[in-house]
């Protein structure tokens, strides 16, 4: 295939940025999106320009790392797909593809495709975790934990943090990222000593770090490569209030 590519570039944060086009030639339907990013790399290297910097580890749809909006749409639309696995046979001969970064006010671009997901961290340091005396690793089974309340703590344990959900939330919000985490903690025994202080925290670190608030479009579900439902971000809710009575 033959395809025509429209990519955001930006030299830095605080520098204007543009769409600029490329042409990738000979693409194959079996690779991989970011496989076809690395070939035009090559070649803007062969003529001595920059290349494209994007974000990428893992490639196996796991680690969250990749982070681009592909026709308008954060991993480019296929349902439960990162970049990474995202595959060519998905555009036709002759297709124009428009690339971009997350765009979120707290997404700040670094360059070109690659933004700053710090503040997803910084919720995560509020209260993303259990605290606990370290010594003796205790026994499996000595906390038992009903199979429901396990299975509702995996699916939000699923996330893998990528801020697919922020970028395609009309207001930038990360209340499904934040709910998965604080869902998952308060499902189990572990986590309820420390719930309330938990919800407070990383809610309050959600807002500092210049995320939006919820207003219930369902983007962020649409968008989730790993299917986060927008229940947890109804239990954030109970969790909150809750938290406020004590």
């Given at each position: 295939?033959?395809?025509?590519?429209?990519v955001?570039r930006?030299?830095?944060?605080?520098?204007p940025?543009?769409?600029e086009?490329?042409?990738a030639?000979n693409?194959s339907?079996?690779?991989?999106?970011l496989?076809m990013?690395d070939?035009v790399n090559?070649?803007?290297?062969?003529?001595?320009?920059?290349p494209i910097v994007f974000d990428?580890?893992?490639?196996?749809?796991?680690?969250?790392m990749?982070?681009?909006v592909i026709?308008?749409v954060?991993?480019?639309?296929q349902?439960?797909?990162t970049v990474?696995q995202l595959?060519?046979?998905?555009?036709?001969?002759?297709?124009?593809i428009?690339?971009?970064?997350?765009?979120?006010?707290?997404?700040p671009?670094?360059?070109?495709?690659i933004?700053?997901?710090?503040?997803?961290?910084?919720i995560?340091?509020?209260?993303?975790?259990?605290s606990?005396?370290?010594?003796?690793?205790?026994d499996g089974?000595a906390?038992?934990?009903?199979k429901?309340?396990?299975?509702?703590a995996m699916?939000?344990a699923?996330?893998?943090?990528?801020?697919a959900?922020v970028?395609?939330?009309p207001?930038g919000s990360?209340m499904?990222?934040?709910?998965?985490?604080?869902?998952?903690l308060a499902?189990?025994?572990q986590g309820?000593?420390e719930?309330?202080q938990?919800?407070?925290?990383?809610?309050?670190?959600?807002?500092e770090?210049?995320?939006g608030?919820?207003?219930?479009?369902y983007e962020?579900?649409?968008?989730?490569p790993k299917?986060?439902?927008?229940k947890?971000i109804?239990?954030?809710?109970?969790?909150?209030q809750?938290?406020?009575?004590?």
């Amino acid at each position: 295939m033959n395809l025509t590519l429209h990519v955001w570039r930006q030299s830095g944060p605080n520098q204007p940025g543009k769409l600029e086009q490329y042409d990738a030639k000979n693409v194959s339907p079996d690779q991989s999106f970011l496989e076809m990013l690395d070939e035009v790399n090559e070649q803007l290297i062969k003529e001595g320009k920059d290349p494209i910097v994007f974000d990428h580890d893992c490639r196996e749809g796991i680690c969250g790392m990749c982070s681009q909006v592909i026709n308008g749409v954060p991993h480019g639309g296929q349902e439960r797909t990162t970049v990474c696995q995202l595959h060519m046979r998905n555009f036709s001969d002759g297709d124009t593809i428009y690339i971009e970064p997350w765009r979120a006010l707290a997404f700040p671009v670094i360059r070109d495709l690659i933004v700053d997901r710090s503040g997803l961290e910084k919720i995560m340091q509020a209260g993303g975790y259990t605290s606990c005396h370290t010594g003796g690793v205790a026994d499996g089974n000595a906390i038992l934990v009903p199979k429901v309340d396990a299975d509702y703590a995996m699916d939000a344990a699923e996330c893998i943090g990528c801020g697919a959900c922020v970028a395609a939330c009309p207001n930038g919000s990360a209340m499904l990222y934040t709910s998965a985490k604080v869902a998952q903690l308060a499902a189990l025994p572990q986590g309820k000593a420390e719930a309330a202080q938990r919800v407070c925290a990383m809610t309050d670190a959600m807002q500092e770090a210049g995320f939006g608030n919820c207003s219930n479009h369902y983007e962020c579900q649409a968008a989730c490569p790993k299917g986060i439902n927008v229940k947890f971000i109804a239990r954030l809710n109970r969790e909150y209030q809750k938290a406020l009575f004590k």
